[in-house]
């Protein structure tokens, strides 16, 4: 056993341990604060540059490919998921039982899902805090937007998140600016901003073309250079403009002595008698043993995502008389609507989006049907169709084993179709549902420790909301042939073949009532002392929102109340 008498343990370096780490360590400095994480990847500039490079050569462009060769994957020890609609893929760590796939995945990396997420930080709305008052469905938050407000410029602070305050003062009140401006609109995006600007309103509801607030940097920010253009957002950031959780990892262990230790798996917490926060129980899969190590602390934080952290407490045996843990998982069910614009938008220069609709994410309609987000695609068909599979539909006729077209012809073709190339897309919001949850299954990886079971379906809240998402995208297209010239719009009805956002939300959350709750406000345990939750698997619903930004705030929240006890 680590005999180090420490005062905080946090459990996964991703962006809310990482932020948890450097929160309690400002406030405390002589707190004695260890950081363990599962993976085992650097942080530095060569590390990056392998990654970019696996992805560059990679077949496949999915979001693991850059990943791939990271032991923790290819060994299994601490498996990555792919976040897919194959179910194959799906179900390599996974074990899913239906009756629908959940298709959002993760990266158990040193800096977490961060370094594959495209960085886009829109608060939550003050109305998603209140579902239950405002619309009669769901559960309302423990606290409110105006709780949380400084929380959120101050995680804006901490990631470098760009943006413009004049187009979300309204929607988001704010009592600051945005670190920096907002990142500008690509030449294609401006394009179609300029072609929906006299668009009438939508079933009464306005249709505002907006910057999109995201932590990536506009300008030169903490000692990271501002956006060079990359289109890589997902699954990787060539230049770091980008914010990833191991800022903050590198913050805490170079400038502020937090102990951080990497290729550790935590497989259990053991209860101690009395009032004490559990054992934490790991295994150094980089050890050739790969013995259980042991370390006791005043404080553990869980700081895992919604699949890890419930996987995890049951695994481990904690008290869940409430039966909550593992319960309400959530997404972001998405789709998009895709076609060719009238003339060439040049796709994938700039980040893989820069702006949004953001007037679908409120309204009395969320009493039946879920809100959702509109995005305003800069990567070609994005999930639809990849460039490269638009060159082998050009060129390759399947049926017949022949080529279609070649050479010039071939090189013309394709430069007319994929300059043109755009999506819109729609992020919709999903009800907590008890029976969507995460139990252990009966298949175990190769630290033998049980594989996470996920039970889900798709109610008929979130189908609504994917049927009215493509209702208004098809009507936004529309406007798009008469202004624009766009044609070939896809698909034409709605299909509810969702993909997930990967967004895991929910699982562990907040509420007043242990009952209904595994943590109270401030993320504490209300059946075990000293024990704290932080990152999204505390959210009592989902909104529409990117969950980044905000459980980024509530870990800040979290962490100065726990530092408040030391």
């Not at 260890?34 to 462009?61: C, H, I, M, P, T």
Request: aromatic share 8%; proline share 6%; charged share 20%.
């Amino acid at each position: 056993m680590d005999s180090t008498p420490y005062d905080v343990v946090i459990v996964g370096a991703g962006v809310a341990g990482a932020l948890a780490a450097c929160r309690i360590k400002e406030a405390k400095p002589q707190a004695r604060v260890l950081l363990l994480d599962a993976g085992n990847n650097g942080l530095d500039a060569s590390r990056r540059a392998e990654f970019v490079d696996a992805y560059q050569v990679s077949a496949g462009k999915n979001v693991p490919s850059a990943y791939e060769a990271l032991p923790n994957n290819k060994e299994g020890f601490a498996p990555s998921s792919d976040g897919v609609g194959d179910p194959v893929a799906m179900n390599r760590y996974y074990v899913e039982s239906g009756p629908d796939l959940y298709k959002s995945g993760f990266q158990r990396m040193v800096g977490g899902s961060t370094w594959a997420w495209r960085g886009n930080t829109p608060r939550f709305l003050p109305s998603d805090f209140e579902m239950k008052t405002r619309y009669g469905v769901a559960v309302d938050w423990p606290l409110t937007y105006n709780d949380l407000e400084a929380y959120y410029a101050q995680a804006e602070n901490e990631l470098g998140v760009s943006g413009n305050r004049a187009e979300w003062d309204t929607a988001t009140p704010r009592s600051t600016d945005f670190p920096m401006p907002g990142i500008a609109a690509s030449y294609g995006d401006g394009l179609v901003r300029a072609a929906l600007a006299g668009i009438p309103p939508i079933d009464g509801v306005p249709v505002t073309v907006v910057t999109t607030p995201q932590a990536r940097n506009s300008r030169d920010y903490q000692g990271r250079s501002a956006c060079q253009g990359n289109s890589s957002c997902i699954p990787i950031c060539p230049s770091g403009a980008k914010y990833d959780g191991g800022v903050h990892v590198r913050k805490a262990r170079d400038e502020l002595g937090v102990s951080v230790r990497t290729g550790c798996t935590v497989t259990r917490l053991a209860p101690r008698p009395g009032t004490a926060s559990p054992t934490v129980v790991f295994r150094d899969w980089t050890t050739a043993e790969r013995a259980e190590e042991q370390v006791n602390a005043t404080h553990v934080v869980l700081a895992l995502n919604a699949i890890e952290t419930p996987k995890l407490w049951l695994n481990s045996g904690l008290d869940n008389r409430s039966d909550q843990v593992g319960r309400n998982l959530m997404d972001h069910l998405a789709e998009e609507v895709v076609g060719l614009f009238g003339q060439p938008v040049f796709p994938f220069r700039g980040p893989q989006s820069t702006l949004s609709v953001e007037t679908f994410r409120d309204g009395d309609w969320r009493s039946t049907t879920g809100a959702f987000r509109i995005t305003l695609g800069n990567d070609g068909w994005g999930r639809t169709e990849a460039p490269g599979a638009a060159l082998d539909k050009l060129m390759w006729d399947s049926a017949a084993k022949q080529l279609k077209h070649y050479g010039q012809d071939l090189q013309d073709r394709l430069a007319h179709r994929v300059t043109r190339m755009m999506r819109i897309g729609y992020s919709t919001e999903q009800l907590p549902d008890a029976a969507n949850r995460i139990t252990l299954s009966d298949q175990r990886d190769a630290l033998d420790v049980p594989r996470p079971k996920i039970t889900y379906k798709i109610d008929d809240y979130s189908k609504r909301a994917l049927a009215y998402g493509h209702s208004v995208a098809r009507r936004l297209w529309q406007h798009l042939e008469v202004t624009a010239g766009a044609e070939g719009v896809d698909p034409l009805r709605p299909t509810l073949k969702y993909n997930g956002a990967g967004h895991p939300m929910g699982t562990t959350r907040m509420g007043t009532d242990r009952a209904t709750a595994v943590v109270n406000a401030d993320g504490l345990s209300h059946a075990h002392s000293n024990l704290w939750v932080v990152g999204s698997s505390v959210f009592p619903t989902a909104g529409t929102a990117n969950p980044t930004l905000t459980l980024a705030a509530l870990t800040l929240r979290t962490a100065d109340k726990l530092a408040a006890t030391l």
